[in-house]
C-alpha cells in the first residue's frame, strides 16, 4: 500500500464503519498505523465500537484532528465524496481508501478465450510504455496523491506475463511498497519463471485463471501450445513451487461457478446456456469430487516433500490481508462440504491455497455478448439513462495499455478517459480528479457506465402459432424485486417511470393490464406504448392511456393499440411516486401481456379451442 501518503501524522481516524472501513482498520493496523477512531454519519452507530475502535461523531473530528495530529481516513464507498465535500467545509485533512489499481502492462494475449471480449476489443491492442508506467506508479505513490491503494493489478485485458518488462513492473511495486496481485493464465509460466517469481518477491499474490476446468471446453480457450493435460498440470506445478521455494504469498485458483453466467445482467426468455463448462449438477459435483481429490493428494505429497516449509506457513500469515481473496464468501477445508455445496464457497486445500469460483458478467461490451446469442434471439441493451451512484461496486481505477486512465478497470475500450499520460497528464491532477469525481456522481455521464449498470434483454422472435396472447416478462431497471402478496400472487413495484420491453410474437390488438395502486391518495396512472426503430436506435412515443386508481384499488384494463407482429416495443408506467419507508413507490402491476381480439370483439384463447 502506498502508505507514504500518510507520514507526519500521530494518528488516524477511518470516516465508514461497514465492511470497507473495517478492512482500512485491519489494512492500516497490519502495517503498524495507529487508528485510534472510526466516524460515521450514522447516529446509530456513534457511542459503539467496531472492530475494538470507538466510533466517534463527526462533530468531534476538529478537535480531534487539531489536539492529535490525526488524519482522516475515507473508507465511506459510494458516498465518499459526500464525506469528502463534509471535511472539506470543516478544513480537515484526510485521504480516500481505495479498492485496487489494475494498470494493464499488456493487452495482449496468447490464449483466444471464447468467453472473453478480448478479440472484440476494438482499440490497438500492446504494451503499456514502460516509462508512462512508472511515471503512474510515482504519481500515485507521491505526495500529491490523496487516495490510498491496497492493490496493484498488473491487467484489465491480456496477459501480464507476455509483457518485457513484467518483473521490473514487480520490482518498481517492491520498491514502492506496492501489494500486487498477479493475474495470470499461467500457460507461460514455466519452471524459470516460477522460480524467478516465487523466490523474489514477498509484495505479491497469484491467481490462476482456471477458466474452462474441464477438457470438454479447454479448446474454447484457444491455447496454442499446451494440451489440456500440460496446462492443468503446469497449476498444480506452481502449487507445489510455491512450498518447494517458501512463497509466503497466496495462490487462488480462480474459475467460474456453473450455470450462474451473466443472471446479474440479464434477462432472458429462456436460459442462455453462453458458458457452460458442465451439463448438469450431477457433472459439476463429480468435476469437484476429482479435481479436490487430486488438489489433496497434490497436499498430501506436499507435506512429504516440504514439511519443514509446510509447517512453517500453516502457522504464519500470509503477507498480505486475506479479504482481497477471501471477500464475503465461506472458506472450508473439507472436501465433501465443497463438492456438496451448490453456493459459491471455497476450498482451502492448502495454507494460503484455495480454488474460488465466481459469477462471471458480460463486461458490458454488447457487440460481444451479441455475437454470443443463436440467431434466431433478439437483444436490447437497456442503458441507465438515471444516475445510480448506489448500483456501482467498483471502487479502483485502471490504466489502459495506451496510456489512459479511466476511472473503472472494466471500462476495457476507455469510454470515458480521465487523463492521458501520453499527454503528461496524471491521475493526481486536479482536471483528472474532477472528471473522476463527475462520472462517480453522475454515472449516466459515461456511456460505459449507463451499459454496465443497465440490463441485456434477450427475446425469442419465433412466432406463436395459434396463440392470442403473450405475456410481458422483461422488466427494465427502474423497477423494484418482484413481491408475492397474501394470495401468493406475484406483483412488482414500479418507481416514477418504469418500463418494461417485449418483442410482439403475434399480431396483437391490444395490451392487457393488472394494477394496483399502492398510494395512499388517489393517483393516475399514464402507460406509454412506444415503438422502436433498430437503424436509429429510437423509440417513438405511439399512444398514452391514462387510469385513475383509488388507494388500494385493484383494476384490470384493456388498451387498444395494434402491435406488429416481429416489432420491439416499450411500454412505460408513469405513476408520481410517494415515499414509503425510504421506498419509492408507484403502482404494482400484476400482469401485463399482448392479446388479440376475436372478429365479435372478446377476448379468444386460440390454444385452448385447437385442443376441443
Known amino acids: 500500500m502506498n502508505s507514504q501518503i500518510l507520514n507526519g501524522y500521530d494518528t488516524y481516524v477511518i470516516f465508514g464503519v461497514r465492511t470497507m472501513g473495517q478492512k482500512a482498520h485491519k489494512r492500516l493496523s497490519s502495517e503498524g498505523f495507529s487508528v485510534k477512531y472510526f466516524t460515521d454519519n450514522d447516529e446509530s452507530t456513534w457511542n459503539t465500537e467496531v472492530c475494538g475502535v470507538s466510533v466517534t461523531p463527526p462533530s468531534m473530528l476538529s478537535q480531534i484532528v487539531s489536539e492529535q495530529n490525526a488524519l482522516v481516513i475515507i473508507a465511506a464507498g459510494l458516498s465518499m465524496y459526500a464525506v469528502a465535500a463534509q471535511l472539506e467545509q470543516l478544513n480537515i485533512p484526510y485521504v480516500f481508501y481505495s479498492m485496487a489499481v489494475f494498470v494493464e502492462i499488456s493487452s495482449l494475449c496468447n490464449q483466444k478465450c471464447t468467453f472473453c471480449p478480448y478479440e472484440y476489443i476494438e482499440r490497438k491492442k500492446g504494451n503499456l510504455d514502460w516509462e508512462l508506467a512508472k511515471s503512474f506508479l510515482y504519481d500515485i505513490t507521491s505526495e500529491k496523491s490523496n487516495v490510498l491503494f491496497p492493490a496493484i493489478y498488473p491487467h484489465i485485458m491480456g496477459e501480464p506475463l507476455l509483457c518485457k518488462y513484467f518483473f521490473d513492473f514487480l520490482d518498481l511495486c517492491k520498491k514502492l511498497k506496492l501489494y500486487v496481485v498477479v493475474v495470470t493464465n499461467f500457460a507461460l509460466m514455466d519452471e524459470k519463471m516460477q522460480e524467478r517469481l516465487l523466490t523474489n518477491y514477498d509484495n505479491i499474490d497469484i491467481i490462476l485463471s482456471l477458466q474452462g476446468p474441464t477438457e470438454r471446453v479447454f479448446p474454447w480457450r484457444k491455447e496454442p501450445k499446451l494440451t489440456y493435460k500440460q496446462w492443468i498440470d503446469r497449476m498444480f506445478q506452481i502449487i507445489d513451487s510455491k512450498f518447494k521455494y517458501g512463497f509466503r504469498g497466496q495462490i487462488q485458483i480462480s474459475t467460474l461457478w456453473a450455470e450462474r453466467a451473466n443472471k446479474y445482467l440479464t434477462q432472458s426468455d429462456e436460459q442462455l446456456h453462453l458458458f457452460e463448462w458442465f451439463t448438469s449438477m450431477e457433472e459439476f459435483k463429480n468435476w469437484k469430487q476429482e479435481f479436490g481429490q487430486r488438489c489433496l493428494e497434490l497436499a498430501d505429497d506436499i507435506k512429504r516433500k516440504y514439511p519443514e516449509n509446510f509447517e512453517k506457513m500453516k502457522n504464519e500469515e500470509p503477507q498480505q490481508p486475506l479479504e482481497f481473496f477471501y471477500s464475503k464468501f465461506c472458506v472450508v477445508t473439507e472436501l465433501d462440504k465443497w463438492v456438496q455445496s451448490e453456493d459459491p464457497i471455497q476450498f482451502e486445500f492448502l495454507p494460503n491455497v484455495h480454488i474460488y469460483s465466481k459469477t462471471f458478467g458480460i463486461w458490458g461490451a454488447e457487440r460481444y455478448f451479441k455475437s454470443l446469442i443463436p440467431e434466431d434471439k433478439y437483444l436490447y441493451w437497456e442503458e441507465n439513462l438515471i444516475s445510480y451512484p448506489g448500483q456501482c461496486r467498483v471502487f479502483g481505477v485502471g490504466v489502459l495499455s495506451s496510456g489512459q486512465i479511466v476511472p473503472c478497470p472494466v471500462d476495457n475500450e476507455g469510454d470515458y478517459v480521465v487523463a492521458d499520460l501520453r499527454q503528461g497528464e496524471m491521475y493526481t491532477d486536479f482536471d483528472a480528479q474532477n472528471k473522476w469525481r463527475m462520472v462517480r456522481d453522475n454515472l449516466s455521464i459515461s456511456e460505459h457506465c449507463r451499459r454496465c449498470i443497465g440490463k441485456a434483454f434477450v427475446f425469442n422472435k419465433t412466432p406463436l402459432q395459434n396463440k392470442s396472447s403473450q405475456e410481458i416478462t422483461h422488466f427494465g431497471s427502474r423497477w423494484h424485486p418482484e413481491n408475492i402478496d397474501e394470495n401468493g400472487e ?70 387498444s393499440y395494434k402491435f406488429d407482429i416481429g416489432k420491439f416495443y416499450r411500454i412505460d408506467f408513469i405513476t408520481a411516486t410517494q415515499r414509503e419507508n425510504d421506498v419509492d413507490c408507484g403502482v404494482a402491476v400484476y400482469s401485463a401481456s399482448l392479446k388479440i381480439f376475436e372478429r365479435n370483439g372478446h377476448y379468444h384463447d386460440a390454444s385452448k379451442a385447437d385442443e376441443n
Open 490 to 559: 406475484k406483483w412488482r413495484a414500479s418507481c416514477e417511470t418504469s418500463s418494461v420491453f417485449v418483442f410482439s410474437r403475434i399480431e396483437a390488438d391490444f395490451l392487457s393490464v393488472e394494477l394496483k395502486s399502492i398510494q395512499n391518495k388517489m393517483q393516475h396512472t399514464f402507460i406509454k406504448i412506444l415503438s422502436y426503430d433498430d437503424e436509429s436506435k429510437l423509440f417513438t412515443e405511439r399512444y398514452t392511456f391514462s387510469e385513475l386508481l383509488k388507494p388500494g384499488e385493484r383494476k384490470a384494463f384493456k388498451f
